[in-house]
C-alpha cells in the first residue's frame, strides 16, 4: 500500500505540475472530487481493517507478554526485564501512507463541501470590471444564491434565487468553459440590451447615469472619466472613455448572434431563453457579450459579493454592488 500511495502522490505531482507550467489544462472541481474519492477509500480501509489489525497485533504483543510473565512467575520468577509498551505504540502507530490520505479526508471532505456549495475564492486577474472590482481582489463568490449545483457537472438540482440585473457574476467562459470570467449582469431573458453611442438602453430605456468626475487607474496609471449608473436600483460606478467610441466587433459567429445588430453606434441583442448579457464596468476596457455572446445558465458559478483581502491595498477589503 505505501508504494500505491507513493505512486498516486507521483501522479498527482505530476498533474499539478503540467498544469502550473501551461502542459495541460487543469479542473480544479474534478481534481478536488477525486481526492475526496481517494482519500475516502483510505480512510475506510483505515477504520474497518488497518487500524482493527493493528489493534489486534497489539493486543496479541501484550498477551504474549502476560502469558510469559506468568509462566515465569510460576517457576517463581518475579522479575523480568523488557517493557513490551513501547513495542505496542509502535504497532498501533499510524503508517505514513495513511497519515497523508485517510488523515487528510475530513479537511478535503469539507473543502469539498464549501467549495462546492457555499463559497469559493477567485482572484480578479485583470482591469474589466475597474472601478468595481481591481486586478489582484482575491473575492468570494456565493454558489448557492443562483441554487444548488452538482459539482464537476455543475447540473442544477435545487432553484434559488433569479439572476437580477446588475448582479456581479462568475461564470464559465462560453467559449472556452475551463476558464472562470467574472462580469456585471445587465441583461436576463427576453431583455434586449443595446449599448450605442456608449450608452446602455435596457429594453428601449435609457440607464440612468451621472459624472463623478476622473477616476485613476492605479493599475494602468491613466486618469479614466467615472460614472454611477443605477441598473434596475443597483448602484455602481462604471468608467467610460468619451475617446474611445470604436464600435464592437463580434470575435466569432458566437450562438444567437442573429439576435444581434451591430452598426456603426454599437449593438443591440435581443437575449435568448436561458441566457445571460453581460458586460464590464470598465466599458472600453472589457471583452464581454458584446463581443462573443451569451452566458448560458448552466456556466454559471456563482454571484460574487465580497473582497476578503488585497495583499497590495487591505482597504479593498468589504462588500460590494
Known amino acids: 500500500m505505501s508504494a500505491l500511495t ?9 498533474y499539478l505540475g503540467g ?4 502542459y495541460w489544462t487543469g479542473n480544479f472541481s474534478l481534481l ?8 475516502l477509500a483510505y480512510w475506510l480501509a483505515e477504520r474497518f481493517h488497518f487500524k482493527p489489525a493493528r489493534d489486534k497485533a ?6 504474549n507478554d ?7 512467575a510460576a517457576q517463581g520468577i518475579e522479575r523480568v526485564d523488557g517493557d513490551v509498551e513501547g513495542a505496542r505504540q509502535q504497532i498501533l502507530q499510524q503508517p505514513w501512507w ?15 463541501l464549501l467549495r462546492s456549495f ?14 468595481t472590482l481591481r486586478v489582484g481582489d482575491l473575492i468570494l463568490v456565493n454558489k448557492f444564491h443562483y441554487g444548488i449545483r452538482l459539482p464537476v457537472i455543475d447540473k ?24 472562470d470570467y467574472i462580469k456585471r449582469v445587465v441583461g436576463i431573458p427576453g431583455d434586449e440590451i443595446a449599448y450605442l453611442n456608449q450608452k446602455l438602453f435596457v429594453n428601449g430605456q435609457p440607464i440612468e447615469e451621472q459624472s463623478l468626475g476622473n477616476f485613476y487607474d492605479d493599475d494602468a496609471m491613466v486618469y479614466r472619466p467615472q460614472f454611477t449608473e443605477k441598473l434596475t436600483g443597483v448602484e455602481h460606478n462604471i468608467l467610460v472613455d468619451p475617446t474611445r467610441q470604436t464600435p464592437p466587433v463580434p470575435r466569432l459567429n458566437f450562438p444567437f448572434i442573429e439576435n444581434c445588430r451591430y452598426s456603426v453606434e454599437g449593438v443591440t441583442c435581443k437575449v435568448p431563453a436561458g441566457h445571460y448579457f453581460m458586460m464590464g464596468d470598465n466599458r472600453d476596457n472589457s471583452e464581454d457579450s458584446r463581443f462573443w455572446g451569451f452566458v448560458p445558465d448552466e456556466n454559471i458559478v456563482g454571484k460574487a459579493f465580497f473582497v476578503w483581502m488585497n495583499f497590495g491595498n487591505l482597504k479593498r477589503i468589504g462588500s460590494f454592488h
Request: proline share 7%; charged share 15%; aromatic share 14%.
Open 156 to 179: 442544477k438540482i435545487i432553484s434559488n434565487h433569479d439572476v437580477q440585473r446588475g448582479d456581479v457574476m462568475v461564470f464559465r467562459y462560453p467559449v472556452n468553459p475551463t476558464q
Open 66 to 72: 502476560a502469558q510469559r510473565r506468568e509462566k515465569l
Open 6 to 14: 507513493g505512486f498516486l502522490y507521483a501522479i498527482l505531482v505530476a
Open 19 to 22: 498544469w502550473y507550467f501551461g
Open 58 to 63: 497489539a493486543a496479541e504483543l501484550v498477551a
Open 118 to 131: 457555499l463559497f469559493e475564492p477567485f482572484k480578479i486577474p485583470s482591469g474589466s470590471m475597474v472601478p
Open 32 to 39: 478536488l472530487f477525486i481526492l475526496t474519492v481517494v482519500t
Open 98 to 112: 495513511l497519515d497523508w490520505t485517510a488523515g487528510l479526508f475530513p479537511v478535503i471532505l469539507i473543502v469539498f
